[in-house]
C-alpha cells in the first residue's frame, strides 16, 4: 500500500468561505478526507486515495464554476473582476440618471434601457451564475444564488413590462432595468473592495515567501562562480554570500564571519554575529561580512518553508466559535429565499400592494443578506492574527490554539532551558585556602576543560576571556564524584560536589568544591542564568489574571528562589516526567492550561497541555510537539505576546459575529417591511463583507495591551 499524502491545489474564483465550504462537501462526497479548503490563500488540500485520481479532483472542482491551476499569480493591473465591474458601471450610470430627466428623454426609452441593461446582466448572471449553480450542485447554496434571484427577477419583470406595455405612455412604471444593473455593479464593487481586502489579510504569506525568491552564488570545483536560481540549489552546494545578501538556504559556515540579521525569521531585533561551525537559516540577511556556507536544507526542507507551511495551514484547525458561523451560513440562503418569498406572498396577496412592490421588497430581502460577512469573520481575523505572529517569529499553528490560549487561566514553565538558558554563570567564590581568586580561577578553568558536562562546558565559555589554563596530566573523570588530575609539578587537584568533602566541618553549601593535595581550597557558588525579559513578562502575565505555575524537576530551595525573584506564584518542584503530566492533567480540569517547554524533554507535557509553547529555536520535536513555537528562544517576551495576538484575535472574532449577526436580524425585517430600495440594500450587503475584513485587517496594526 502507497504511503498517504497530502496533495494541495491552487484554486482560483473563490469569493467567499461559502464557496470553501462547498468545495470541503462536494470532496468529502467523493470520499476524501482530512479536506480542507482556505479561500483567502486559494487552496484546496486533501490525503491522496485511490478511490479517486488527481484528475478527477479536478475535474470535479472545476465543474463547480471554480478553476484549478498551476500556481496562482498576482495579476498585473486590472484583475478580471475590476474589469467586469468598470465595464458594468458604464452601462450602469445612465442607466440610474433615467429617473433625473423627463419621461421623454432617450434615457427613459424602453429600447434604449433595454440596450443598456443587457450587458450588464449577462456579465452579472456570467459571474454569478458559475458560482451560484455549483454551490446548489454541492448543497451548500451561497450569496451568489440570492444575487442571481434578485437580478433575474427585475430583468425579467422587466422584460415582461416592455413586451406587454410596448407603446403605452406609462410603461416606465414597470421598467427596474436600473434596478438589475445597479444591483449587479454594486455587488461587482463588494467583489472588488473584499478581494483587494482578503488580499491584505494574507500579506505575511506573501512576505515570506518573498524571503525565499531569491539567488545565490554557488562556488565550482574550479574556483569560479556561478549565479544560481533558489529552485536550482541542491543539498552540499558550497554558495558565497556577501554584504547585503539574502541567505538562501538553511546551512554550516564553513569560512568567514559576518552579521546576520535574523528579525525576519525569530524576530530577533539584534543582528548577530555568526562564524565557522555556526548555523546560518534562508530568508535572513547578511548585514556585514562574507561567508561560505555548505547547505544542509534547501526548497521544502529549509526552517522558511516550514513556518510559511505553518502560516499557511493555520487556518485548518477552525477554533469553536467559527462553527456556529459555519452553521448558519450552511442554512441561510434557503432561510432567505423563504422569507424574500414569504415578503412577496403576504405584500401582493394578504395586503394587496401593487405587483412591482412587492417584487421590489422581496428583492431588496434577497440582495440585503449578506451569508458571507459570517464565513469571513472568523477566517480573515485569524490569517492577519496568525499573519502578524509570523513576522514577529511566533509561529502559532492553528485558530483552536489562539482561542484556546485567549481563554486560558493557567501558564505553566519548565524552569531550565525555558525561564533559565542553560548557561550557568558564577555567582560568587569562598576561598578557603592562602590562594588567591585569580590562581583559582585558572585551576578551575583548567580541569572544566576536561569534562563534557554541561555544567562544566558553561563554566568553560564564562572564564575563557579571564582565566589562564595549564597543563594538567592524569585526569581522570569519576563517576558521581567529578575530575581528578596533577599539574607538572605533581600537585593532585580534585573537582567535584558535596561528596568530596562529606567528612569535613564547617563547610558551606556550594555548588562546586575544589581541593588541592587533599586540602579545600574553595566552594564555588554558580547559578543558571535567565532569559531575557523574564520577570517582566511573568508580571505582565499576572497582570491578565493569568496563574503563573513553575514546574520542574529542580529542588524545592532553587525553585522557590527562582519563583521569588521573577514573581511566579505557584510552584511544584522535584517533578519526575510522570508528575508532570498529571500535574497538566489537574489543571486542565480547571481551564485550559498552557505549557511552556524547551521542546526536548518537556516534549510529553506540552502535547498534553491545550496549548504547548515552545522555545524551542525550530528544532523539529518543537515543530512537531508544540502549538506554538517561539524562535526566538532567548527572549521570553514571546510567550506575553503570543498571548496578546491571541486575545485580541479571539476579540476580533466576536466583533466580527456579532456585525454579521446583528446586520442580518435588522436589515432583513426593514427589507421586507419595505423601507430599503434594492439598490441601496445592495451598497449595504456590498459594504458589509468590507467591513468584517476592514475590522480583521485592524489587526494587523493596532496597538495589544
Known sequence: MSESKKITLNVERMTCANCALGIKKQLEKKGMEEVSVNFSTGEASYLNTPKISLEEVTANINSLGFKVVDEIVDEEGLSLIEKKFYFSLIFTIPLFLHMFFAHDFIL?????????????????????????????????????????????????????????????????????????????????????????????????????????????????????IELVDYNDLREGDVLQFNAGDKVAVDGEIIWGDAIINEAMISGESKPLSKTITHKVIGGTIIEDGSIRIKAEKVGNDTVLSKIIELVKNAQQDQPEIQKLGDKVSGVFVPVVIGIASLTFVITYFVLDYALQQSMMQSIAVLVISCPCAMGLATPTAVMVGIGRAAKKGILIKGGSTLEQFAVAKNIVFD?????????????????????????????????????????????????????????????????????????AAGNSYQLGSYRLVEGLSEVDAHSIYILKNKELIAGVDIQ????????????????????????????????????????????????????????????????????????????????????????????????????????????????????LISKHTLKTIKQNLFWAFAYNIVAIPIAAFGFLNPMVAALAMAFSDVIVIGNSIRLKRKKLD
Not at 445597479?182 to 464593487?189: C, E, M, N, P, R
Not at 533559565?420 to 585556602?433: H, M, Q, S, V
Not at 576536561?450 to 582565566?467: E, F, G, M, Q, T
Request: hydrophobic share 40%; charged share 20%.
Open 108 to 224: 427613459n426609452n424602453v429600447w434604449f434601457q433595454l440596450a443598456l441593461c443587457t450587458p450588464v446582466f449577462l456579465v452579472g448572471l456570467s459571474h454569478f451564475g458559475k458560482s451560484a449553480f455549483g454551490s446548489l450542485k454541492t448543497g451548500v447554496p451561497n450569496m451568489d444564488v440570492l444575487i442571481v434571484i434578485g437580478i433575474s427577477s427585475a430583468f425579467g419583470y422587466s422584460l415582461y413590462g416592455t413586451m406587454a406595455y410596448l407603446g403605452m405612455p406609462e410603461a416606465h412604471n414597470f421598467l427596474f432595468y436600473e434596478t438589475a444593473a445597479t444591483i449587479t455593479t454594486l455587488v461587482l464593487l463588494g467583489n472588488v473592495l473584499e478581494h483587494r481586502s482578503v488580499k491584505q489579510t494574507t500579506t505575511a504569506i506573501k512576505e515570506l515567501n518573498q524571503l525565499q525568491k531569491t539567488e545565490a552564488k554557488r562556488l565550482l570545483p574550479n574556483g569560479e
Open 528 to 643: 543558571d542564568e535567565l532569559k531575557e525579559n523574564v520577570a517582566a513578562t511573568i508580571a505582565l502575565l499576572n497582570q491578565q489574571n493569568l496563574n503563573t505555575v513553575m514546574l520542574s524537576g529542580d529542588s524545592e530551595e532553587k525553585c522557590n528562589a527562582l519563583a521569588a525573584e521573577i514573581g511566579i506564584e505557584t510552584v511544584y518542584s522535584q517533578q519526575l516526567p510522570d508528575e508532570k503530566l498529571s500535574k497538566i492533567d489537574a489543571l486542565q480540569k480547571i481551564s485550559p492550561a498552557v505549557m511552556v517547554g524547551d521542546g526536548i524533554n518537556d516534549a510529553p507535557a506540552l502535547a498534553k497541555a491545550s496549548v504547548g509553547i515552545s522555545l524551542s529555536n525550530a528544532t523539529q520535536i518543537a515543530v512537531q510537539t508544540a502549538q506554538i513555537v517561539l524562535l526566538n528562544d532567548k527572549d521570553l517576551s514571546q510567550v506575553y505576546e503570543a498571548y
Open 415 to 487: 524552569k531550565t532551558g525555558t525561564l533559565t538558558t542553560g548557561n550557568f554563570i558564577i555567582e560568587k567564590i569562598k576561598l578557603y585556602a592562602l590562594v588567591s581568586e585569580q590562581e583559582l580561577k585558572n585551576i578551575l578553568f583548567s580541569l572544566e576543560q576536561h569534562s563534557s558536562h554541561p555544567i562544566a562546558k558553561s563554566i568553560v565559555n564564562y572564564l575563557r576571556a579571564d582565566a589562564t589554563p595549564f597543563e594538567l596530566v592524569d585526569v581522570k573523570e569519576i563517576k558521581g564524584r567529578g575530575l581528578e588530575a596533577k599539574d
